[in-house]
Antibody, heavy 117, light 109 residues
Framework: EVQLVESGGGLVQPGSSLKLSCVAS????????MHWIRQAPKKGLEWIAL????????YYADSVKGRFTISRDNSKNTLYLEMNSLRSEDTAMYYC??????????WGQGASVTVSS | DIVLTQSPALAVSLGQRATISCRAS??????????MHWYQQKPGQQPKLLIY???NLASGIPARFSGSGSGTDFTLTINPVQADDIATYYC????????FGGGTKLELK
């Protein structure tokens, strides 16, 4: 069974940094692209980043480009999202998702990030 | 970015058909591939893939869910609606950098 477990969320002040992790199990992590998607409170889904299975390519939404960095460690079956210069509008639930061709076929339960002074 | 537009809510009776629409600001089809997908999200849960490439049922999804469409207009149909289907449904395109529709909340009439 595919499992994705996010961690690292919390309450932080504007301008600060935070790093999320997503530990994967139940599939060959190193063979699949991975995504981060976020959902602000009571809002819809927003895709924010994609990393290829071998880290050869990374893509970001304009809303986070230059502030967020996606990375992975295939030896640890772990996906990361490093978030810098956090703003109140970054407050959201952050989901990692497994990519299957052009869809997201499995999602974690999410990590909550609140940016507030 | 490709903008996906969904109606905010749809009220249906149990046992009836629900039709949820998604319109894209430009075509999301390439050749024979219709790059539109559908997800279900229940309150307090993560989204779950229902339909991929417009009409293909994801693994483990009941056959009462179906999808259709091409170009800019796509539809998710649930027939018959069961109590467990009350959720918010999102469309997502992969023609360009992924974007999601605003979601349609399926409610009981």
């Amino acid at each position: 069974e595919v499992q994705l477990v996010e961690s690292g969320g919390g309450l932080v002040q504007p301008g600060s940094s935070l790093k999320l992790s997503c530990v994967a199990s139940g599939f060959t992590f190193s063979s699949y692209n991975m995504h981060w998607i976020r959902q602000a409170p009571k809002k819809g889904l927003e895709w924010i980043a994609l990393i290829y299975y071998d880290s050869s390519n990374k893509y970001y939404a304009d809303s986070v480009k230059g502030r967020f960095t996606i990375s992975r460690d295939n030896s640890k079956n772990t996906l990361y999202l490093e978030m810098n210069s956090l703003r109140s509008e970054d407050t959201a639930m952050y989901y990692c998702a497994k990519g299957l061709e052009d869809v997201m076929d499995a999602w974690g339960q999410g990590a909550s990030v609140t940016v507030s002074s | 970015d490709i903008v996906l537009t969904q109606s905010p809510a749809l009220a249906v009776s149990l046992g009836q058909r629900a039709t949820i629409s998604c319109r894209a600001s430009q075509s999301v089809s390439i050749s024979r591939y219709n790059l539109m997908h559908w997800y279900q999200q229940k309150p307090g849960q993560q989204p779950k893939l229902l339909i991929y490439r417009a009409s293909n049922l994801a693994s483990g999804i009941p056959a009462r869910f179906s999808g259709s469409g091409s170009g800019t207009d796509f539809t998710l149909t649930i027939n018959p609606v069961q109590a467990d289907d009350i959720a918010t449904y999102y469309c997502q395109q992969s023609r360009e950098s992924p974007t999601f529709g605003g979601g349609t909340k399926l409610e009981l009439k």
